[in-house]
């Protein structure tokens, strides 16, 4: 397939990029720019890559050897695996300068002179230097009684505006950045607001949604989370915690000035607020401070089929969905009388109008409020288990604790940051190189 030569930047996001030997070794997450306070002509610098193992790295635009339709394809394995850090005069082309406000003077564009146009993507070209130039800036106005105007494609030097103090003004919209972000898991979105400047995060996280803000700040460390979190008005803060799951609501309030964190929960429906200051009552390094204060709880009466939908739910993890907890009503926790649970492998195994009363563990010890970190990971260890049942002395269930749970809290802070998944023996990065 033929390399090209001239391509838009945002069309680059998601590309495939290769080695030499056509081994895969990421994706494409952003375009790096120079921009000068002098007006020149912006440099390609080279490609934010997000390896197979989610992190995010800087390869120069030199080591470029093919642009293609489907992969951008390197001249060498050997890159640097430093997490990217943008640099002072670095601009990201998706991250920053998409969205931004400019004006047009071309004169073959008269009807555009005069009309503020957003820039939607950037041309960017090889020059017979092999150094890659933007060269088009692709516009469009602003939207006007529900309509989408027609793009224009402007010389670089038509366009006024562009510049970093352009970029550094409030305001700017997020609306390309929202599409990038489209299919992308809540932990890959967080990422890559760890990667943007302080501005467009905050103009990102008052964008999105609150149950798609909520599913990215519980895959951010408590402190990234409390810094965004504040860059909310008290009562979008507020509707963002019921959002998110009573145990993260409750770890992210924990990190917060005392006085902050009861402000939000006053402001928090009762309903929703109630079971988070039951777990802020418990120390954080313990079962009653790490359960989920929701698992997966039915009455004795209640059908395998019924029982097997609830564990069908797409919001819950593996581990909440592989035990059922049985009680007494109320169901809603604290419970009724805890009476034990059932393994989602015994009622894969039995008939769907069987209730759950006749297939019950009994027997799994079950977990206090007070039950330490450590005997918590003995506790799994022990029972082949990845969640286990927290009752308090009266029999009442308070939740359940998972394991990914325990191990949030047993790894090291920065642990999102740095994670590293197993690659294979023939993987052909290397650190080779720096930036």
């Known amino acids: 397939m033929a390399s090209v030569n001239r391509v838009y930047a945002a069309r680059l996001a998601g590309l495939v990029v290769l080695g030499p030997d056509g081994e895969s070794l990421g994706r494409v997450r952003d375009v790096v720019i120079s921009m000068s306070i002098v007006r020149q002509q912006p440099r390609v610098l080279g490609l934010v890559v997000e390896l197979l193992t989610r992190r995010r790295i800087f390869v120069p635009i030199l080591r470029v050897t093919a642009i293609e339709?489907?992969?951008?394809?390197l001249n060498t394995g050997n890159v640097s695996l430093r997490r990217f850090a943008q640099r002072p005069g670095e601009v990201l082309v998706l991250g920053q300068v998409l969205d931004t406000r400019v004006r047009v003077s071309d004169p073959e564009l008269p009807q555009m002179a005069g009309v503020d146009v957003v820039v939607i993507d950037l041309g960017i070209e090889q020059s017979r230097t092999r150094?890659?130039?933007?060269?088009?800036?692709?516009?469009?106005?602003?939207?006007?009684?529900?309509?989408?105007?027609?793009?224009?494609?402007?010389?670089?030097?038509?366009?006024?505006?562009?510049?970093?103090?352009?970029?550094?003004?409030?305001?700017?919209?997020?609306?390309?950045?929202?599409?990038?972000?489209?299919d992308q898991r809540p932990i890959a979105v967080a990422d890559a607001l760890r990667d943007l400047p302080a501005k467009r995060r905050t103009e990102v996280i008052k964008a999105l949604d609150?149950?798609?803000?909520?599913?990215?700040?519980?895959?951010?460390?408590?402190?990234?989370?409390?810094?965004?979190?504040?860059?909310?008005?008290?009562?979008?803060?507020?509707d963002v915690l019921e959002a998110m799951d009573p145990d993260d609501a409750a770890d992210l309030l924990g990190v917060l000035n005392p006085t902050e964190a009861?402000?939000?929960?006053?402001?928090?429906?009762?309903?929703?607020?109630?079971?988070?200051?039951?777990?802020?009552?418990?120390?954080?390094d313990t079962a009653g401070?790490?359960?989920?204060?929701?698992?997966?709880?039915?009455?004795?009466?209640?059908?395998?089929?019924?029982?097997?939908?609830?564990v069908r739910d797409p919001d819950l993890t593996p581990a909440l969905a592989?035990?059922?907890?049985v009680v007494r009503?109320?169901?809603?926790?604290?419970?009724?009388?805890?009476?034990?649970?059932?393994?989602?492998?015994?009622?894969?195994?039995?008939?769907?109008?069987?209730?759950?009363?006749?297939?019950?563990?009994?027997?799994?010890?079950?977990?206090?409020?007070?039950t330490s970190l450590g005997a918590l990971t003995r506790y799994f260890a022990a029972y082949n288990l990845v969640?286990?049942?927290?009752?308090?002395?009266?029999?009442?269930?308070?939740?359940?604790?998972?394991?990914?749970?325990?191990?949030?809290?047993?790894?090291?802070d920065d642990w999102r940051e740095d994670f590293e998944e197993p690659q294979p023996s023939d993987q052909a990065t290397s650190a080779e190189g720096t930036r």
Not at 138 to 144: D, I, L, M, N
Not at 290 to 308: F, G
Not at 387 to 412: I, K
């Open 69 to 73: 339709p489907n992969a951008v394809t």
């Open 289 to 310: 401070g790490l359960m989920t204060s929701e698992p997966v709880v039915v009455a004795p009466d209640t059908t395998v089929a019924e029982a097997l939908a609830r």
């Open 322 to 325: 592989s035990l059922v907890f």
């Open 387 to 412: 969640c286990g049942p927290v009752v308090d002395e009266e029999n009442h269930l308070l939740g359940a604790v998972s394991v990914d749970d325990v191990l949030d809290h047993l790894l090291p």
């Open 131 to 182: 150094d890659w130039l933007v060269t088009r800036v692709a516009v469009r106005s602003q939207r006007r009684l529900g309509r989408r105007s027609t793009v224009q494609v402007v010389e670089w030097q038509n366009v006024q505006g562009l510049t970093p103090s352009a970029l550094a003004m409030p305001d700017q919209g997020v609306a390309q950045l929202l599409h990038q972000f489209e």
């Open 262 to 284: 009861e402000v939000l929960l006053r402001r928090m429906d009762p309903e929703d607020s109630e079971p988070v200051r039951r777990l802020l009552s418990h120390s954080p």
């Open 329 to 370: 009503p109320p169901t809603a926790t604290p419970t009724g009388r805890y009476l034990g649970c059932v393994h989602l492998q015994a009622l894969l195994r039995e008939p769907p109008a069987s209730l759950v009363s006749g297939m019950l563990d009994t027997g799994l010890p079950h977990l206090t409020p007070g």
């Open 210 to 238: 609150d149950e798609r803000l909520a599913d990215v700040l519980q895959e951010l460390p408590e402190d990234e989370q409390s810094v965004l979190l504040m860059q909310l008005d008290t009562a979008r803060a507020a």
